[in-house]
């Protein structure tokens, strides 16, 4: 019997007595395909924050030196106070998403991909004519959906570990804004009034 594909009558011609459907296997090959689509937006999230924190870092936003210096021209105390932790909350947070998005653990061995999944057996790779269908069928269906039940669980752990970087990112902007929200209504604010 020859390997039947989809059948655009919409009638039972497409099951194979005995195997795996034909739909079942277009179900597998969709779920590969959306989880790689998943893939390449965790991808595309990773490459917008990344460049975000690390310009943010790198334009001296943090300007330390005025961290540690005393002569400022605010008033009360306690407000450079406010503004120095405010702000050393915010680079310790920002350096908390950059160790977040960047962070690779260490493996004992190497981790395969999520399509080495999809690889056929030495055997079926040195003799396909001699696999049946049915056979060939329940393969194609197992290994596909194997390989996309992996790249799931891949995106999933991912996923988690790109929104909590973001969070941290988020909560670091905070404080940047906290901090120049305070200098701003304490340096700025009463030099207009005097």
């Not at 590969?32 to 390449?40: C, K, S």
């Not at 975000?52 to 943090?62: C, E, N, P």
């Not at 992996?150 to 804004?177: M, S």
């Amino acid at each position: 019997m020859a390997l039947q594909g989809r059948n655009p009558r919409g009638d039972q011609s497409s099951r194979v007595p005995d195997g795996i459907p034909v739909e079942l296997i277009d179900h597998a090959i969709r779920c590969w395909e959306a989880e790689v689509e998943n893939a390449r937006r965790h991808s595309a999230r990773l490459n917008l924050l990344l460049p975000a924190v690390l310009a943010v870092l790198g334009f001296g936003a943090f300007n330390l030196s005025w961290v540690g210096n005393r002569s400022t021209n605010l008033e009360p105390i306690w407000v450079v106070w406010i503004v120095k932790v405010l702000l050393l909350g915010s680079l310790l947070l920002f350096m908390r998403a950059l160790w977040i998005l960047l962070a690779v653990r260490q493996r004992r061995r190497p981790r395969s991909t999520s399509s080495y999944a999809l690889t056929v057996s030495k055997g079926v790779e040195s003799d396909p004519e001699g696999l049946d269908e049915q056979a060939a069928r329940r393969m194609a269906f197992e290994s596909t959906y194997a390989a996309a039940v992996d790249l799931r669980r891949r995106n999933a752990a991912e996923g988690i570990r790109i929104d909590r970087g973001q969070q941290a990112l988020l909560v670091a902007i905070l404080h940047a804004l906290l901090a120049v929200a305070c200098y701003t209504l304490f340096a700025i604010v009463p030099s207009r009034s005097a």
